[in-house]
């Protein structure tokens, strides 16, 4: 069994930066690649982007250039590393993890994000 836990998140005022982690552990041999979600309240999960094996990255269209992406393979964990924060960022965001050899995907935890003045 694979187990994700995300950490980071929390409060930060508008133009602010913050650091979410994804953190795969277990029977995992590697990560094929990490999706992050965001879910606001009172709306449907949605795509924040990707960070394959091979380093193939996508971002939406409302994140790019202020988001990144990037992974330590020795350690099964992945990062998202959010900038110039916006109210509208403002969101549960969620890992999904495909390991190698896993025909499963891993969800992590959620983490809250909260961006406000």
């Known amino acids: 069994q694979v187990r994700v836990v995300q950490t980071g998140g929390g409060s930060v005022q508008p133009g602010g930066s913050l650091r979410l982690s994804c953190v795969a552990s277990?029977?995992?041999?590697?990560?094929?690649?990490i999706i992050w979600y965001r879910q606001a309240a009172g709306t449907q999960r949605e795509l924040v982007g990707s960070?394959?094996?091979?380093?193939?990255?996508y971002y939406a269209d409302a994140v790019k250039g202020r988001f990144t992406f990037s992974r330590d393979d020795a350690n099964n964990t992945g990062y998202l590393q959010m900038s110039s924060l916006k109210p509208e960022d403002t969101a549960v965001y969620y890992c999904?993890?495909?390991?190698?050899?896993?025909?499963?995907?891993?969800w992590g935890q959620g983490t809250q994000v909260t961006v406000s003045s």
């Open positions: 960070l394959t094996g091979d380093s193939m990255v």
């Open positions: 277990g029977n995992i041999r590697g990560i094929r690649a």
């Open positions: 999904n993890v495909s390991p190698f050899y896993d025909s499963k995907t891993y």
